[in-house]
């Protein structure tokens, strides 16, 4: 089953970071609610965009977060001692983003993990930047994938994500990420991929064509979640079509059911 993460509880977006300034629950809450209503299988909470106030802000997203659905929770910052506190504020196994192979984050982010009961984003991403290729991506990703096996994470608890970049800045891109994302859920058998499924169309205009129709293809390629705006109900179209092609909809159930719910239209 496709893993949506629902990626706008974030304060780097004006809104969520102007809510979380006032303190404005409501706000939260209606966009928690509407997320779970529209498909999310996590939602993910980032606290990290007021300088000097991440952890404030992030216990309040949280216990406000907490009242307003029962999904899990998709817990997003690059510090420990952050990600610490959120993990003991949490009722059920959350999924913790993110690890890399970077040595100043790695190392802290594997102290932290060990004895943890969660799923895991892991970044292809190491001291050398930016992965150049396939083969880089996927070199990364198995190391990834062994080092969290040494401390105990099973393969399915694992979500690699191959840092999808810009079609924009370098024609290429695009076909990287989807034989990347095949070469890892074919020779890492039971890891999952993600990412953030609109970085693809940074710098274009008309981007939610660009990411309706790159997740198509990522999925026939094998891309089994995304972090992702549920609230988008043509790229969830995207997403429950696909779903069935794939054969994952026995007699086309669920797909029926959203077209009689108006979720799919022509």
């Known amino acids: 089953m496709f893993t949506v993460i629902g990626e706008?509880?974030?304060?780097?977006?004006?809104?969520?970071?102007?809510?979380t300034a006032d303190r404005d629950a409501a706000y939260i809450r209606d966009d928690v609610q509407k997320q779970e209503a529209s498909g999310a299988t996590y939602i993910d909470v980032n606290a990290g965009a007021r300088?000097?106030?991440?952890?404030?802000?992030?216990?309040?997203?949280?216990?406000?977060?907490?009242?307003?659905?029962?999904?899990p929770l998709c817990l997003d910052s690059p510090d420990p001692a952050i990600l610490e506190m959120a993990y003991g504020m949490v009722d059920q196994p959350p999924m913790i983003n993110s690890i890399s192979l970077e040595k100043d984050r790695f190392d802290p982010m594997i102290q932290f993990l060990k004895g943890k009961e969660c799923r895991i984003i892991a970044l292809c991403?190491?001291?050398?930047?930016?992965?150049?290729?396939?083969?880089?991506?996927?070199?990364?990703?198995?190391?990834?994938?062994?080092?969290?096996?040494?401390?105990?994470?099973?393969?399915?608890?694992?979500?690699?994500?191959?840092?999808?970049?810009?079609?924009?800045?370098?024609?290429?891109?695009?076909?990287?990420?989807?034989?990347?994302?095949?070469?890892?859920?074919?020779e890492l058998k039971g890891v999952h991929t993600t990412g953030g499924l609109?970085?693809?169309s940074y710098g274009l205009p008309q981007r939610k064509v660009v990411?309706?129709?790159?997740?198509?293809?990522?999925?026939?390629?094998?891309?089994?979640?995304?972090?992702?705006?549920?609230?988008?109900?043509?790229?969830?179209?995207?997403?429950?079509?696909?779903?069935?092609?794939?054969?994952?909809?026995?007699?086309?159930?669920?797909?029926?059911?959203?077209?009689?719910?108006?979720?799919?239209?022509?």
Request: net charge negative; proline share 3%; charged share 25%.
């Open 8 to 19: 706008r509880i974030n304060t780097t977006l004006k809104k969520v970071k102007a809510a």
């Open 51 to 71: 300088i000097g106030h991440e952890e404030e802000d992030m216990t309040w997203l949280l216990s406000v977060v907490k009242e307003a659905t029962r999904l």
């Open 125 to 186: 991403m190491d001291d050398n930047g930016m992965p150049k290729g396939v083969d880089d991506i996927f070199s990364r990703a198995t190391t990834l994938v062994s080092e969290l096996e040494a401390i105990g994470f099973k393969r399915d608890d694992i979500f690699i994500d191959p840092l999808i970049q810009p079609v924009s800045v370098a024609a290429e891109n695009g076909t990287i990420a989807m034989e990347a994302v095949e070469k890892i859920m074919t």
């Open 211 to 266: 990411n309706r129709i790159f997740l198509a293809m990522m999925m026939a390629r094998g891309f089994d979640s995304a972090i992702m705006d549920p609230l988008d109900k043509e790229i969830m179209a995207v997403l429950k079509t696909a779903t069935t092609l794939q054969g994952h909809d026995n007699f086309c159930m669920n797909y029926l059911k959203a077209v009689r719910a108006g979720d799919i239209t022509a």
């Open 198 to 200: 609109s970085n693809i």
